[in-house]
């Protein structure tokens, strides 16, 4: 299985730093799927310190334009680095078909429904 993941105006939330971080993870996401078996444990612990700075940056940004969902938006995050560490710990090769799919429901679900809301609150002040 390889979901190709491509970037869309339509997963902008706004920002030039946040949406450049989301590019980067997509780029990942692709690189993770090519790469070779013994590459693969490397690329995932980069894909995870990067979710890890990604949604530090995230949550300080939502604090700063004053956005009222920010505390859910934190516990989502913990969920979803909740499942990364899950996947990571033990991670074989075999896996990246599982981190893909992971990836490809975290941008769907995440990055279009949840981030999205913050970026309409933008527009809105």
Do not use: C
């Amino acid at each position: 299985m390889n979901i190709q993941f491509t970037w869309s105006d339509e997963y902008s939330v706004g920002n030039e730093v946040l949406d450049s971080q989301h590019k980067h993870l997509f780029d990942l996401g692709n690189r993770i799927q090519q790469a070779k078996p013994s590459e693969a444990k490397a690329y995932v612990m980069s894909l995870y310190k990067y979710i890890r700075l990604h949604f530090t940056e995230e949550e300080h940004h939502m604090e700063k334009i004053g956005f009222p969902g920010v505390d859910g938006h934190r516990m989502m995050h913990e969920q979803l680095i909740t499942r990364l560490n899950d996947l990571s710990d033990g991670f074989t090769p075999d896996m990246i078909d599982e981190l893909a799919r992971f990836l490809h429901d975290w941008i769907l679900n995440h990055l279009l429904k949840e981030d999205h809301q913050y970026f309409v609150y933008v527009r809105s002040l």
